[in-house]
């Protein structure tokens, strides 16, 4: 065995005590974390300050001791290091000036303003310094669809009708954005690799908003590019996948994407993912996070379904999305300690 169980995990190996880690398991839901973030000023002020971010990423560490650290950053730092204006609004989420046409396009650039975010891979480097050498750090991007869809609606939308018109309409125009989003990604996440993160994640949040044969387009495709071109630079390094909401496209992920892990949402049977998927690659998941709301007993319960039929195979324990601001911490602290003791 490796010193990291994540990593070991990502290897193919498994485990009588899955290694875990939450998604975002930094943020509202953390007392320290409301209090940094009211003396660091905007969100982006926040992720771009090598302190405070740094501060950020261990504070879920010092409370609960997951196998993992991940970078404190937000996939629309990509568009923001493009060029693009990007700002978050209470109570509105993220608000973008919207690229909509071939013009918008134009004026990003991978050179440009890449330096404004530069500091996120001293970040990296001031966690990886800080962080127990059992403990694995991953570093993140969204993917080129996800992170469009941010671009072009230039808020988080209900029903994707900007993007997907764009997309469906100006075919040849949109693959340009999905094209400079593959560059892009790629250098963001090969500097976050060379500042020392042991693994990547890629989220693809709204995956599953799209058609069979767009998703084949816009999801698989550039996430295989992605990877390849990472394996090729990074031989050792590795990847985890969240195609969220993809259904039985999660088999296609699986075998055509080249990942090594695959992170599965709330609505995936754990049993359907042990059948289908672990033979093939790590699964991540997957507890839904409006139970950890909940806590007591139905947390555990749910828990111990999802060990039982996953631990058997490559397993990190996760949630099937991210942790909600009204997540009381003494329930993860709870989760952390079941997860710890083998199971009967
Ligand atoms: O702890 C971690 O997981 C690391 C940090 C992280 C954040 N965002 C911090 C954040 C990560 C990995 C993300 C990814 C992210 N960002 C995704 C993909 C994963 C997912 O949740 O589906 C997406 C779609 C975004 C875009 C985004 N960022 C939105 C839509 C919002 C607003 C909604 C909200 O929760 O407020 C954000 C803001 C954001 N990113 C916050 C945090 C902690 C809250 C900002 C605050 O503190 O006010």
Redesign the pocket.
Known sequence: MGEKPLIDSLEGKTAECPPFW???????YLSE?REL?SRTGS?ID??LNRAASTE??LQ?IRRFEPDAA???????IVPYGLGMDVR?E?GK??ILDAVCDAKGLNKLSIDKSWSRIESTYETVASVKSQLDSDKTLIG?S?APW?VAT?MVEGK?SKDYAAVKGWAYRETEEFDRLINLLVVATIKHLSLQIDAGADVI?I?D??AGVLSPEEYQRWVIRPSFEICSELKRRYPDVKIIG?P?GVGVGYLDFANKVGVDGVAIDTSVPPEWAAEFLQNDVTVQGNLDPIVLIEGGDRMIDQARKIRKSLQSGPFIFNLG???L?ATPVENLIKLAEFLRVPLE
């Open positions: 939450f998604m975002r398991q930094a943020g509202r974390y973030r969100f926040l992720c950020v990423t879920p991940i970078l404190f950053s937000d996939i629309l978050f209470e989420g993220p993140f969204g996800t941010y988080s994640k989220f949040t709204w969240f969220k999305h991210g942790v601001p």
